[in-house]
């Protein structure tokens, strides 16, 4: 079965203390109101992992890294590897983000990397993939998202592309209160997901599409209504616990 998934990506948001209490509030929400067949991801900044992780029920909330090093340790300066993610008790990672892309240069060939090292390290990647709004007005999306995914995926075995979630995010949907609509969310999901089964088969049709891009609790339910459309990698939104368990019931 194809497992719902509602991730928060919290960005560079949230202070220590902010990020607890925010924690904890989504915590109680999800406890006392959540759809209990979603498998609910916060993604804090890497400073507050830990402590998320302390203070969440894990079975019904699980913590994710924004991002990892192509590298396994050593000299890097700066940078925070799969491992300590897991270490730290994450379960999940996001990769490829297009502000990750567009402003720290990460390109399909390191994320192919960076998936790869996640998998080593039992987390299981968010990787996003999505084309902006040139590419989407010369009707050049699919190219770029099946570029996406050939580069960084389709080198992998079955047994580790089992275990990858993808987040189609259309980038000029990314904080600018312009929604994908239904339709084109779904034709996009229903492309990647046939380029996943004719590549790695059945197994694909259990891959959890989650969609990202000014996601909200009055738009979630048109969204998540989708065939090909498994929940939501949710930024803005999930920065309120109302608004985060609002999509979390979208379905
Ligand atoms: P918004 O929900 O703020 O548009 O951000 C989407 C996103 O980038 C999630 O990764």
């Known amino acids: 079965m194809r497992q719902k998934i509602v991730a928060g990506n919290w960005k560079m948001n949230t202070t220590y203390q902010e990020g607890i209490d925010l924690a904890i509030a989504i915590d109680k929400a999800v406890a006392e109101k959540g759809d209990k067949n979603v498998q609910v991801v916060v993604a804090p900044p890497f400073t ?3 402590e998320i992780n302390k203070v969440v029920n894990n079975e019904r909330i699980s913590v994710a890294g924004q991002n990892c090093a192509t590298e396994t340790s050593g000299a890097y300066t ?49 990787y996003c993939v999505g084309e902006v709004l040139e590419e989407r007005e010369a009707n050049k999306h699919f190219d770029v998202i099946k570029k996406q995914l050939e580069t960084v995926l389709f080198d992998l075995s079955d047994e580790e592309y089992k ?89």
């Open 48 to 50: 507050h992992i830990a």
């Open 78 to 126: 700066g940078e925070v590897s799969a491992e300590m993610l897991w270490s730290a008790g994450a379960d999940f990672v996001i990769l490829g983000h297009s502000e990750r892309r567009s402003y720290y240069g990460e390109t399909n060939d390191m994320l192919k990397i960076k998936v790869k090292k996640a998998l080593e390290f039992n987390l299981t990647p968010i």
């Open 163 to 251: 275990q990858i979630v993808i987040a189609y995010e259309p980038v000029w949907a990314i904080g600018t209160g312009k929604t994908a609509s239904p339709a084109q969310a779904q034709e996009v999901h229903k492309f990647i997901r046939d380029l996943l089964v004719a590549k790695f088969g059945e197994t694909a049709k259990n891959t959890s599409i989650l969609y990202g891009g000014s996601c909200k609790p009055s738009n979630a339910k048109e969204l998540f209504a989708n065939p090909d459309v498994d929940g939501g990698l949710i930024g803005g939104a999930s920065l309120t616990a109302d608004d985060f368990l609002g999509i979390i019931n979208g379905f």
